[in-house]
């Protein structure tokens, strides 16, 4: 789904620090949104956390870094990480390349599903109307300004 000329795929869960998560099971891999990523601009570095990790629902966990921004990420789902991706150590552009796939950041086991029902979905009007907010906000951001 298209949102304020943004990506935000309808399979995925939302917060409103621009993270997505994708569920498979009782495992929710994490990453930033195509918003959050163009919001950050090329992404320079990434701090990585460690594998088993205990992790809580909107609490950070790592950072990232773009430039002159450095941006806390807090977890989508409370947790324990179970994998990493490594590779952004190495490449932490993979984010603004490929946000929804080679860019993911970790892997949380969800220790409270019911957690799921504090995020939004791509569907969602909330969620619409809070992009669209988010996008006029930033909109100089965006458009390449400071």
Known sequence: MQIAGFDFP??????SKHSWGRVEGNIVTQGLTDFGQKLAKEIVYVEIPPVGKAVTQGQTFMSIESGKWVGRIPAIVSGKIVAVNE???????????SPFDQGWLVKIEMSNPAELANLMRADS????????????KYKAVLKGGK
Request: charged share 40%; aromatic share 18%; proline share 7%.
């Open 10 to 15: 309808d399979d995925l869960y939302y917060d």
């Open 87 to 97: 590779e952004l150590e190495w490449e932490p552009a993979l984010i603004n390349k």
């Open 125 to 136: 009007p909330e969620f619409k109307a809070f992009i669209e907010a988010e996008a006029e």
